[in-house]
T-cell receptor
Framework: KQEVTQIPAALSVPEGENLVLNCSFT??????LQWFRQDPGKGLTSLLL?????REQTSGRLNASLDKSSGRSTLYIAASQPGDSATYLC?????????????FGQGTTLQVKP | NAGVMQNPRHLVRRRGQEARLRCSPM?????VYWYRQLPEEGLKFMVY????????ESGMPKERFSAEFPKEGPSILRIQQVVRGDSAAYFC?????????????FGPGTRLLVL
């Protein structure tokens, strides 16, 4: 059974810091891994999608890496800003051909202080 | 191209009533997923549908819950005889196809409160 864990559960940093969020999964048989952002009371916004054959993806100040063999992914946020404050969710899609369901971690709640 | 739409955004029901949650996928998307986020918990998969077919309902409670995605119209998640434990945020996501390369686009969610 696939389980996804995110560490830490919460993180508070001063503005301008670089930071790393961690995600681990127990079953390396995945199709892809996604990082999402969720603002309070809102839906999810997809940040980055990494295919199982890829090692990393970048978008602006965000960089996500994937090490499938060790079951780990990291989301690196450079030069953090108060607007980055949100909950960040990691989700994996199982390596199955007949379902696209995502398995989510519990999330890391980030607060960036001005 | 409008995003995934869900309505209502907030729904209040008394125990024993029925709740109907609607999801209109993005234009051109024929795959719909429903997830539930209980208070202080992560998102959990409930059901995956294509037009007129339920593909995977492994995450949906066996009783009181049902889902459909008709040929015309939105996908509906129906909860009969709601109980307080059904209070949660219900999110719908859609994707255009199932290839392993597509992302899922999420709606804003419906927050259900059972009194």
């Amino acid at each position: 059974k696939q389980e996804v864990t995110q560490i830490p559960a919460a993180l508070s940093v001063p503005e301008g810091e670089n930071l790393v969020l961690n995600c681990s999964f127990t079953d390396s048989a995945i199709y892809n891994l996604q990082w999402f952002r969720q603002d309070p009371g809102k839906g999810l916004t997809s940040l980055l999608l990494i295919q199982s054959s890829q090692r990393e993806q970048t978008s602006g100040r965000l960089n996500a890496s994937l090490d499938k063999s060790s079951g780990r992914s990291t989301l690196y946020i450079a030069a953090s800003q108060p607007g980055d404050s949100a909950t960040y969710l990691c989700a994996v899609r199982r390596g199955s051909s007949n379902t696209g369901k995502l398995i989510f971690g519990q999330g890391t709640t980030l607060q960036v202080k001005p | 191209n409008a995003g995934v739409m869900q309505n209502p955004r907030h729904l209040v029901r008394r125990r024993g009533q029925e709740a109907r949650l609607r999801c209109s996928p993005m234009k051109g998307h024929s795959h719909v997923y429903w997830y539930r986020q209980l208070p202080e918990e992560g998102l959990k998969f409930m059901v995956y549908l294509q037009k007129e077919n339920i593909i995977d309902e492994s995450g949906m409670p066996k009783e009181r819950f049902s889902a459909e995605f008709p040929k015309e119209g939105p996908s509906i998640l129906r909860i009969q005889q709601v109980v307080r434990g059904d209070s949660a945020a219900y999110f719908c996501a859609s994707s255009p196809y199932l290839s392993g390369q597509e992302t899922q686009y999420f709606g804003p969610g419906t927050r259900l409160l059972v009194l």
